[in-house]
């Protein structure tokens, strides 16, 4: 079950790697199950030919064990709710099986916002971007128009510098945490002079502003075209509407100059004017550029893999329909250079040589969403077991993690992968 992040609600992630086998194994042959919460506080017992026992803790009214497929359901989770949960099952030859998964609850992670700061000498300008948000668990990417900056850059703030030779048009903030990611961009017209772009998802409410407006004005008048008002105030007057599909949904603060849109649809993308007449009689004129994008969906990639000898060649493609997305893959080592930035990827296996991961990222300017293969070998696919829950919902099956055959041993647990790229 996928997590939906809307709202302030929390979600949780379970994460484990699949035991070949391990379901049939777990099946057959057991006298007694019993799932921990802690190593000493037991949630529930299960003995053959005995009523499953509930034991008196936090989860009593919200847990239900399958016994038959050994399958822990939890209701409604919270955050105090993560811990290492632990199950063990006793076997008719009197061994004891031990096995753990980490179950982790989260809250999903706010949206950043850019701070710039920027000093500029002669021809060069230096930045400095920051997005650092209250939650210090999450992870912080930093893009710019060719792809992300190199690990080592990677923080809550990043230095860089323009120069009229060089300089990146756009900055993306990207912070994350295992369920969930935001991000924050801002644009550049030329070295050190930003440009006003603003970018939303149907239904959003906008707020368009331009900074450094003059103080003393005689009227202002916002355009969605260069012929279309929407809204004008002139001093002394009161705020004119004009007859148009913003009349309802539009609101002028006349001391800022900002603009507020209600519930924005794609339709609303233009670029909009703001004229400013002064009180020298001089007029000014300002321009923002508001895209109402679709969120990208998750991709899937499909695989085509063909094998001589010793070598493989694999074909990957993750094409999304009806969107204008950036496609970016990554292996194992970081980014594929730029050139082979496409919907579809290429590349070669050999026992000596080949990436144990690929990951296919699609994204726009709001949103972006990625998905991951595994190899165990040359040509071989792995397999991974990734469920979200999202708290305060009911949990169908404790979302496949806890039941059998996805169980991990303790000889393994250390092979959690407790982050999505």
């Not at 008719?92 to 950043?112: A, F, Q």
């Not at 959003?204 to 260069?226: E, G, H």
């Amino acid at each position: 079950m996928d997590c939906s992040l809307s709202g302030s609600s929390v979600c949780g992630i379970f994460q484990a790697r699949v035991l070949e086998g391990g379901a049939i194994a777990f099946m057959q042959n057991r006298r007694s199950l019993t799932w921990f919460y802690t190593t000493d506080q037991k949630i529930v017992e299960w003995e053959s030919g005995e009523p499953t026992k509930y034991f008196d803790t936090k989860f009593k009214d919200r847990a239900t064990l399958d016994s038959q497929s050994g399958t822990l359901h939890i209701r409604k989770v919270e955050k105090e709710d993560s811990s290492t949960y632990l199950l063990r099952v006793l076997k008719d030859n009197g061994h004891e099986e031990e096995y753990k998964i980490s179950l982790m609850v989260l809250d999903p992670v706010p949206k950043p916002k850019i701070n710039v700061n920027m000093t500029q000498k002669m021809n060069t300008c230096h930045l400095t971007l920051s997005c650092g948000i209250q939650d210090q668990s999450v992870t912080y990417t930093w893009y710019w128009e060719s792809g992300s900056f190199p690990k080592q850059l990677q923080s809550s703030v990043l230095e860089d510098v323009h120069t009229p030779e060089s300089y990146s048009k756009s900055y993306t903030c990207q912070v994350s945490n295992p369920i969930s990611r935001q991000n924050d961009t801002i644009h550049f017209t030329s070295p050190c002079v930003q440009g006003y772009s603003k970018y939303a998802t149907p239904g959003d409410n906008v707020s368009l502003q331009i900074s450094n407006l003059p103080m003393k004005n005689r009227s202002l008048a916002w355009f969605y075209t260069t012929d279309q008002k929407i809204v004008e105030r002139e001093s002394g007057e009161p705020t004119k509407y004009f007859d148009t599909k913003f009349k309802d949904r539009a609101t002028l603060d006349s001391q800022s100059g900002t603009l507020h849109i209600r519930k924005v649809q794609k339709e609303d993308s233009s670029t909009y004017l703001l004229r400013v007449l002064k009180d020298n009689g001089h007029e000014e004129e300002y321009k923002i550029s508001l895209m109402v994008l679709d969120p990208v969906p998750k991709p899937e990639i499909n695989v085509n893999m063909t094998q001589k000898m010793n070598t493989c060649n694999l074909t990957l493609s993750c094409g999304i329909q009806g969107h204008s997305v950036t496609y970016t893959w990554y292996w194992e080592s970081g980014s594929f250079p730029k050139q082979l930035q496409s919907s579809v990827l290429e590349d070669v296996h050999t026992p000596e040589s080949y990436s144990k991961s690929y990951t296919c990222q699609v994204s726009n300017p709001i949103s972006r969403q990625n998905n991951t293969i595994h190899f165990t070998s040359p040509c071989v696919q792995d397999s991974i077991a990734l469920n979200r829950i999202r708290a305060g919902t009911d949990v169908g099956n404790l979302v496949k993690s806890f039941e059998v055959g996805n169980l991990i041993s303790t000889d393994q647990i250390n092979e959690l992968i407790m982050g999505s790229k």
